[in-house]
C-alpha cells in the first residue's frame, strides 16, 4: 500500500467512524484513536462485504456499501465501549 492510500484509509476511516457514532444515541465514551480505528476497520469490512453481495460498484454514490460500512462502525463504536467499560 502507497502512503496515499494510507492516508485515504485513515480520512474514509475518520468520516465512517463519526458517522457510526452519529448513528447512535447519547454519548459514547470511546476516544478519537478508537473512532479512527473502527472507522478504518468498518470501512474495510463493509468494502468486503458489498463486494461480496455485488452492490461495491455502481454509477456515482455507493450508497448501500456506505450504509453496510455506517451500520459496522456502530457496531464496533458499541463493542468497544462495551469492553471499555468492563474495565
Known amino acids: 500500500m502507497e502512503i496515499s492510500g494510507f492516508i485515504s484509509a485513515i480520512v474514509i476511516g475518520v468520516v ?4 457510526g457514532r ?3 444515541p447519547g454519548r459514547q465514551r ?5 473512532t479512527i ?8 469490512l463493509g468494502t468486503a462485504i458489498a463486494a ?3 452492490v461495491a ?3 456515482g454514490i455507493d450508497w448501500i456499501e456506505l450504509i453496510i460500512q ?3 462502525a456502530a457496531l464496533g463504536v458499541v463493542a468497544v465501549e462495551r469492553l471499555k467499560g468492563r474495565r
Do not use: T
Open 52 to 54: 461480496a453481495l455485488g
Open 37 to 44: 480505528l473502527v472507522g478504518v476497520v468498518a470501512a474495510l
Open 16 to 19: 465512517i467512524g463519526i458517522l
Open 57 to 59: 460498484d455502481s454509477d
Open 70 to 72: 455506517v451500520v459496522l
Open 30 to 34: 470511546i476516544g478519537v484513536l478508537w
Open 22 to 24: 452519529l448513528a447512535l
